[in-house]
């Protein structure tokens, strides 16, 4: 099993509805991050949380949240899904203990029609 | 404010070839700088990474990169490129501990190998 696993991996949904994307790790990080990747754009901060009680905007959180379910489980909500916020989303954690060498999940590609 | 630019886009280089892709960083603090590698369809996976110590760091799959700080640089080079290195890749740099805890990452860059 991964690290660190992102689901779904592929999702098509239409503009509006909600959506969430869910990470779980087997890693025992505290930290926890999300990303999107876009192209020529390279990966941007949309939430991290440093534990299960902290949560924090990253550059591009407006139409995103985030819920951190216990210390390996943090999970992305589009509450009204938009065509721009098609992209490759990643999860990643970290180690306090060790530094911010990140563990990156495979990635969930969402398409908003 | 943090950034990083990797100016290159693509590059493309012949098999066995030399490889150099840059990456400048913006930081007021030390830095720590990492490069990471994405193949198609895949995650990012960390090639190697820069704390302190020796400039000059040893990553796997035969990756090596050099902090100058002087340049505010870290460019990953590896002496003969071979086919499976085709995939993307990304310079980071971030600080460790305290609120800003979090890497930011160049836009990366696209490396083609030909035969």
């Known amino acids: 099993d991964a690290d660190v696993t992102q689901t779904p991996r592929n999702r098509i949904t239409k503009t509006g509805k909600r959506i969430m994307l869910e990470c779980s790790q087997t890693?025992?990080?505290?930290?926890m991050y999300w990303y999107r990747q876009d192209p020529g754009l390279g990966l941007r901060l949309i939430y991290y949380s440093f534990d299960v009680k902290d949560i924090n905007k990253g550059e591009i959180s407006d139409g995103y949240s985030v819920s951190r379910q216990a210390q390996a489980k943090f999970s992305l909500s589009l509450e009204s899904a938009i065509p721009n916020q098609t992209a490759l989303y990643f999860c990643a954690t970290s180690d306090t203990r060790t530094g911010l060498g990140y563990t990156f999940g495979s990635g969930t590609r969402l398409t908003v029609v | 404010a943090q950034s990083v630019t990797q100016p290159d886009i693509h590059i493309t280089v012949s098999e066995g070839a030399s490889l150099e892709l840059r990456c400048n960083y913006s930081?007021?603090?030390?830095?720590?700088l990492f490069w990471y590698v994405q193949s198609p369809g895949q995650g990012l996976q960390l090639l190697l990474k820069?704390?302190?110590?020796?400039?000059l760091v040893q990553g796997i799959k035969g990756f090596e990169a050099e902090f100058k700080r002087s340049q505010s640089s870290f460019n990953l080079r590896k002496p003969s490129v071979h086919w499976s290195d085709a995939a993307e890749y990304f310079c980071?740099?971030?600080?460790?501990?305290?609120?800003?805890?979090?890497?930011?990452f160049g836009t990366g860059t696209l490396l083609a190998v030909q035969p």
């Open positions: 980071a740099v971030g600080a460790y501990g305290g609120a800003t805890n979090k890497l930011i």
């Open positions: 930081y007021g603090a030390t830095p720590y």
């Open positions: 890693k025992g990080h505290d930290r």
């Open positions: 820069y704390f302190s110590g020796d400039t």
